[in-house]
């Protein structure tokens, strides 16, 4: 299977050939302007010290300053880091925010870590790349294991070495560390709100419509349960060792299977039932993806509806709140066949808006309330979707390919400008 990077560029040059993008800009697009390499020194609790390898892409900044999250995991990779920078690039963009694309890792296997080495770990990283961030030049968030908190830790590490307070610095932190109320759902809502908008025009009411998610972290958990509110059935959720699957298509409670995966510590002890009162079925990480369901919302990680599985794939819309979860193989296939799939740079982009919003607010000393963050984002990305549909209805597109043209007539533009 291909690296992200590879099928990131591969987005890139399919679309520019459809658009016939300018080659200059097509040529700046290929490489990030800078990537840089850290190696992070922490103490562990037994008093040794470890070395930790951290990256910070800083792909694109012709539209903005850097923006984009951090991920801690053991599968953090270059290529990785590359493509997650390039696809905010295409993001922002995608939805008209003044903002470039960065993203940033680190390798390590964050469960089982103490709070204190993961505390000195979060600070690590920003002491060893303080000079080429900050809140004008480069703004980190949340990604893949991590989270309020470690923004928190974050924030206040740069606000000590810059030797001021610098809430701007970073984005996703806690409301008492200057975080913004609406940003812990932002990703998941403005998914959803792409959704409504989709049920809405199919004329189709919010019971008649099963919901099944591949990952039940921050993105896919909230999913869950916004969807669950308005009144969709949840019939499936996963995470990276199981699918808990409604038998009937009846529906369950995600509320439920949060508070038990809590208390259990894994999804594969819930025992939930769904509305028919049936025991729900356990199985395997990838179940969920071949349910037969309206909605599938991948939310996981990269590279998991595969031309391998694919076949398996029966829901006709797809909303993909994880990034890179298709491959390109994959994506072909399902436009082929009708499946209607919201691009990640669209479905999940109201993580990065309300990121914005959080920014825009900490700069500017402000305080949004919840509700005006919420609307500003529905208009936001309900707008996009519209400017995006309208350019895949012009080339007779999928709605990714339409989002990377929306993009990159934005990045051209003002890479022309200078
Ligand atoms: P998270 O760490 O909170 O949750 C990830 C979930 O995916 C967990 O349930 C985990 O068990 C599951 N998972 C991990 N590896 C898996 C695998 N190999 N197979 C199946 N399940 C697996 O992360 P998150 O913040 O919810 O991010 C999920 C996706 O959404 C990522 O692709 C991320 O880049 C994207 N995203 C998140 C945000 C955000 O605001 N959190 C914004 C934009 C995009």
């Not at 850097?66 to 963009?93: N, P, Q």
Request: glycine fraction near 10%; charge should be negative.
């Amino acid at each position: 299977m291909n690296s992200p990077y590879t099928n990131a560029l591969e987005q890139l040059d399919r679309v520019a050939s459809i658009m016939e993008l300018n080659k200059q800009t097509h040529k700046r697009l290929q490489l990030p302007e800078k990537f840089h390499v850290v190696s992070i020194p922490v103490v562990m609790d037994d008093g040794e010290e470890r070395i930790f390898i951290g990256y910070r892409s800083q792909y694109n900044s012709i539209l903005g300053l850097y923006k984009g999250g951090i991920r801690f995991a053991s599968t953090v990779d270059k290529d990785e880091v590359k493509a997650l920078s390039f696809w905010m690039t295409i993001k922002t963009a995608a939805v008209g925010l003044p903002l470039g694309g960065g993203k940033g890792g680190v390798i390590v296997d964050p469960r089982g870590m103490s709070e204190g080495e993961l505390e000195r770990l979060s600070r690590g990283w920003v002491k060893a790349l303080f000079d080429v961030i900050g809140p004008r030049q480069d703004v980190p968030a949340p990604d893949v294991a991590t989270n309020p908190r470690i923004m928190g830790w974050m924030t206040d590490e740069y606000s000590r070495i810059a030797g001021e307070a610098s809430p701007a610095a970073f984005t996703g932190k806690d409301v008492k560390d200057g975080g913004i109320v609406a940003r812990s759902t932002s990703t998941a809502r403005g998914g959803f709100y792409l959704l409504e908008k989709i049920r809405k025009d199919s004329g189709k009411e919010p019971g008649e419509m099963r919901v099944a998610i591949q990952g039940f972290g921050n993105a896919g958990s909230f999913f869950a349960k916004i969807a669950y509110d308005a009144g969709y059935k949840i019939i499936g959720v996963s995470d990276s060792r199981t699918s808990v699957m409604s038998q009937g298509g009846a529906g369950f409670d995600p509320y439920e299977v949060q508070k038990i995966k809590e208390e259990q510590g894994a999804l594969q002890n819930v025992d939930v039932h769904d509305a028919d009162g049936a025991a729900l079925r356990v199985g395997q990480p990838l179940d969920v993806l071949g349910m037969k369901c309206d909605v599938l919302v991948p939310a996981a990680v990269e590279n998991q509806i595969t031309q391998d599985n694919v076949e398996n794939v029966v829901a006709p819309l797809v909303i993909e709140l994880a990034n890179g979860p298709t491959t390109p193989e994959a994506d072909r296939i399902l436009f082929e066949r009708g499946t209607l799939v919201v691009p990640d740079v669209l479905a999940n982009a109201g993580g990065v808006i309300v990121s914005y919003y959080e920014w825009y607010q900490n700069i500017n000393d402000e305080q949004w309330t919840e509700d005006e963050a919420n609307e500003k984002l529905r208009l936001q990305i309900s707008h996009a979707h519209s400017s995006i549909e309208s350019i895949a209805q012009e080339y007779k597109s999928s709605l990714r390919d339409a989002a990377y043209i929306f993009a990159l007539r934005a990045l051209d533009d003002a890479l022309r400008k200078g």
